[in-house]
């Protein structure tokens, strides 16, 4: 132990690691720093400045995801000072916009008109879409903060929705900058940025157009990884809320890659997808068709039923009925036209176990070993 | 691939060749795109289009269609004759290097030129830098295998890795991006004509008897069977007389669609197993429901051979039933049980059997995927393959020439159509187009042309017309985009009322039997 470098960390003493910074070693050790810009993967930028903390010596609070562990720091994580700072930055960002979850308090108690305001722009009578799902939520209940006291800040951009999958709220938009990230470093679409200044600023797609009409290609990155309301998947947003779903981990259907993701079930429909992060081999990403493309699967076109056609048309026909006949027909062609008459054509888009079923079908009950796929094609 | 997904940010260098991977891929792109813009690492990109990923390229280089087995000997040949391949690895690695260099000494960088159209200069500053990495990694897609050189394509590829020793590296490799989401497990299990799962050879006595021995049966058939292009001919002449096809469309995917149809017209009996009434369903005599990915467990493999959970979300619509139910009643009936009662009970029969799978359990990658091989229990997976040696022992170089494609322009015909696929869509559509948002983006077909092709052709951007080969005639929206090289036009196939592969070339590569999908020869009109 004696060559690593060390920091003490709430009283406890820990071992650095190479190129850590405070936040990746608090994270190694559980200790729990609340962040809101930081985005695993992407080069840290201490705009929200959430996690700072106090280290001895320093004449300022440090964030800590940009500050590097460094030898015989001492370092406090919840300690008043830094509390006391966390607590006026949850309190700027609750004033700033329509974060009409009641955790933003009112002024002179007058919620109300805060609410019938927010209504407005919403176009819905309910309180905030991410409501439950919101890490500045999770943090003002946590730090016990609301907006009261400070005035209110002008709305001065509107709600866009003018694309089928993402609603871009800056009503909601805090600034941390983790879309753009996101868009740039992980996905790299390079589709938004910052543009303007100041008070003005706000998240741009090519000079400020809708995104429909610049370079994003909706694989909703940004969408997963924003920590509030300010983008959220259109057939979400009012509809469906954490609460009433469960989610199964699975494999994508469309290409090869075999990404991770969640299915988001309501009422037995998948009413959403997301990436599963921390594990390969997307960690978190998806793209456009794998996020979005779902609707196939409650598609009124699904076959429900086996089909027998008679007289050139379909018509409905039991599992018994069908099974029958397909077993039937395959046995006569196989013993008027021996088993090479017969073919199989298994699927790339069925499972592993389903292939081999199928595959060892025409091999040990056809006897033949006419078996492709559309590998080929 | 012979490397892992997460490889492509470990490398140096990267060669991206017949891959529209920002839209076919897009998730691997990202990977692509952060080792460049992020980690410094160098991209060639070789393709016909100017592709989205070829504007992260260091050089982009543009060669005809179907003259790949071309330029990349005439990169070999640049690395050899400047002494930059990676002699340890030739010698003690390889075998076949003399023929290999023989065959490559005319291809010089200008000789190259007159074939590919590839300026020499750029063609050998590209071998040196591939050649120079420390580890080179090379992507490919379909635009290297659906040719009738496919094969040679992808052999000349691996001749290039194994020169400069890129393979059997972290980081390095061949790279072929698999389409669809389990086209590499429906190979590993054995759906093709000459092998068990396992690629287990039908024509070796020990795989059949083993096989024979698991499942109880006798005289397995010691003949390799017909690929899907040539059970559709074959269904023409009357040799195939029942086709059963399962979640596949070949009445949209096949090359030349219409004598794919025919072909299904001559059957004595059709059996489709589907999500929908396709295409191909259309034609079928029995139509069997089946569930989708989000209905049913199981695993898929993916492009980088690892294993993973598909697991149970929703209830299936219907009367559907997973697919190896359906197989497994209908081998009942014909008098042979297959009393399987779920997806992982036919998972352990498939470890019993498949050396490379039998290491892989449903316990060991509940949270994360294995990559086979996985021989063992106790066997961590094969990230990376050819550490040691490969798989036949020493890596044989393959000296190959150029052959020109199946079909070439001329005055009736007088340009080159590739087709492909473009991000909103997946393979025929029986899924993404069920989606509104993703039509949305992507309603309908288009023929991309170069602004020069559509004025030689008294078109404008926007426009109707008419496209036509020796097999057919589709109608299109013209779409001017810089992405079009004079004298190529590229056609998606997903569409069916302007479906692209109603033009395309069933013309095939000898060894895989693929179609030459990626050259055909076209003419244009405005539509009447």
Redesign the interface.
Known sequence: MGDHDMLVMNGNEFTIEPGETILDLARRQGIEIPTLCHLKGATPTGACRICVVEVEGARTLLPSCTTPAAKNMVVRTESPKVVEARRTILKLMLASGNHNCAARGSDEGDWTSFQLEVEKGDRSEELCPVWGDCRLQDLAYRYQVTGEGLPRTAIPYPLEDVNPFIVRDFSRCILCGRCVQACNEIQVNKAISFGFRGAGTKVVAAGDNPLRDSDCVFCGECVQVCPVAALVEKDVRYRVRPWETTTTRTTCTYCGVGCQLRLHVKDGRVVKVSGVEGVAPNYGSLCVKGRFGFDFIHSPERLTTPLIKEDGAFREASWEEALDLVARRLESIKAAHGSDAIGLLTSARITNEENYVAQKFARAVLKTNNVDHCARL | MTN???CVEKADVILVTGSNT?E?????S?GI??AV??KGARLIVVDPRRVKIAT?ADHWLRPNLGTDVAWINGMMQVIIAEGLYDRQFVEARTEGFEALKQVVAKYTPEYVEGITGIPAADLAAAARIYAGAKVGNIVYCMGITQHITGTDNVKSLANLAMLCGHLGVEGGGLNP??????????????????V??GYQA?TSEEARRK?EAE?G?T???D???????Q?LP??HDG??????????N?LM???DIQHAEKSLQHL??L?VQ????TET?RK???????K?????D???????R??????????A????????Q??????G????A?P?RN?EE??D??RRVTPSYAGITYARIE???LHWPCPNPEHPGTPVLHKEQFTRGRGLFHAIDWLPPAERVDDDYPLYLTTGRV??Q?HTG???M?????M??APESFLEISLRDARVHGIADGDRVAVTSRRGTIHLVARVSSQAVDGTVFIPFHYAKAAANQLTNAALDPI????E?KVCAVRIAPAA
């Open positions: 892992t997904i997460a920002t076919n891929h897009p998730v691997i990202a795109k952060r813009t992020r992260f991006l698999r389409g669809q989401n389990n086209v590499q497990g429906a190979c590993d299990m054995g759906g093709l004509p000459n068990f799962s039908v096989m499942w049966v005289e397995l058939a003949k390799p069977g017909m690929t899907v292009t059970m074959a269904a040799r195939l007389k029942a086709l059963y096809i399962i979640g596949e070949p995917s096949d090359a004595d009996f059996v589907d999500l929908f009434l369903a079928a005599d029995v139509v069997l429901p089946s989708c990915f989000a209905e049913k199981g695993t898929f493999s993916n492009t980088e690892r294993v993973q959970r598909v697991r149970k979300a929703v209830e619509p219907g009367e559907a039933w997973d697919d190896w359906i197989v497994a009643r209908v081998a009936r014909m008098g042979y297959m399987y997806a036919i998972m029969e498939i949270e994360e995927g991000l909103y997946y029986t899924m993404t069920k989606s509104e948002g993703l949305d983006r895989a039997g693929i179609p999908f």
